[in-house]
């Protein structure tokens, strides 16, 4: 089979591997898509080690094509969104059954069952309630998956921040009740303004930026919950300690480590993703092969106009 494997700065090399074996409770699954996620960008940026290979992909959905003994609930030709934690730009994954969620009848590239499961645990995390007032700064890939999950909730209004105009046109058409452009106008103003004073019940940070997060503390009232949603590379970010500590915030760390915790949220991800109340469409904007890994790192660095998500694609037939 063929694999992606990184071996220098922006440099990945499409190489020949052997199909991996899978054990009694594994499943062998077909690569059909595999979503190229920020996290790994300075992975790729900065390149392993010299004499180093590693080898991305964590975002894979697909198709079973072979099962272990063991492997309970899984069958062959099943059409399946799967957690694996490296390998997953490549044609065939193995994968534990029980990491392997069922994706319903529609397109595999909009079942990518991790990053759903990010979004759908930090808004459990975070629990906005009925009526709250909830801001979303950041209106890319994970902003769009919250902004949607928060509006299952039944939220009074969702307040959605950015630097793109294309973006903040996508959150308009996602039912953004208020869209805000920082570089034109203040979001703390219009927070203020649209919630009488008071600030946002809960804010998403889902930019990995510094100016995001600092933002945060502008626009969440006193006991509102700040969640961080966006992963933050880089150099140290700050806060305003004493400010934040003033306010009282509840801090929502919204990444994940616990495989159990993961794997609800892919269940609960990818049960909304097959029964149709959570879609996916128009946020896979970007399609690659895998002989074209690099470009694909690349557009999702430099962010063109009208990009969302870009993942690499291979054949589902």
Same mark, same amino acid.
């Given at each position: ?109 909009e079942a990518l069952a991790e990053p759903i499961a ?46 793109? $105009?294309? *973006?903040?046109? =996508?959150?308009?058409?996602? @039912?953004?009740?208020?869209? +805000?452009? %920082?570089?034109? #106008? ?39 919950t700040v969640a961080i949603v966006g992963f933050h ?32 949220g892919m269940e609960t991800g990818m049960r909304l ?22 470009? $694909?790192? *690349?557009?999702? =660095?430099?962010?063109?106009? @009208?990009?969302?998500?870009? +993942?690499? %694609?291979?054949? #589902?037939?």
């Amino acid at each position: 089979m063929r694999i992606a494997v990184l071996r220098g700065r922006e440099g990945f090399e499409i190489e020949e591997a052997p199909v991996p074996r899978v054990r009694p409770d594994e499943v062998l699954v077909r690569v059909v898509a595999s979503g190229v996620c920020a996290s790994e960008l300075e992975t790729w940026a900065e390149g392993p080690g010299a004499g180093e290979a590693r080898h991305l992909g964590h975002e894979v959905s697909g198709i079973v094509t072979e099962a272990g003994a063991e492997a309970g609930g899984v069958t062959v030709g099943d059409r399946v969104g799967v957690w694996v934690t490296e390998r997953g730009f490549a044609e065939y994954v193995a994968v534990r059954a029980a990491y392997c969620f069922p994706a319903g009848a529609g397109p595999l590239e909009e079942a990518l069952a991790e990053p759903i499961a990010c979004a759908v645990n930090a808004v459990e995390l975070a629990a906005p309630r009925l009526g709250d007032d909830v801001v979303v700064i950041g209106a890319g890939f994970m902003g769009n998956l919250v902004q949607t999950l928060v509006a299952l909730r039944g939220p009074r209004q969702l307040i959605v921040a950015d630097t793109r $105009a294309d *973006a903040l046109g =996508r959150a308009g058409r996602l @039912g953004a009740a208020a869209v +805000v452009d %920082v570089t034109r #106008e203040s979001l703390a103003d219009v927070v203020h303004d649209r919630t009488g004073g008071r600030g946002a019940d809960v804010t998403f940070e889902c930019t990995g930026t510094q100016a995001g997060l600092t933002t945060c503390g502008d626009v969440t009232r006193m006991s509102g919950t700040v969640a961080i949603v966006g992963f933050h590379q880089g150099a140290p970010r700050r806060v305003d300690l004493a400010h934040w500590n003033w306010m009282a915030f509840s801090i929502a760390n919204a990444h994940f480590r616990d495989p159990g915790t993961i794997m609800r949220g892919m269940e609960t991800g990818m049960r909304l993703v097959s029964s149709g109340v959570l879609s996916l469409a128009g946020l896979v904007t970007h399609r690659f092969p895998l002989e074209r890994i690099d470009d $694909a790192f *690349a557009t999702l =660095r430099d962010k063109p106009e @009208g990009f969302v998500k870009a +993942v690499i %694609v291979l054949p #589902e037939g």
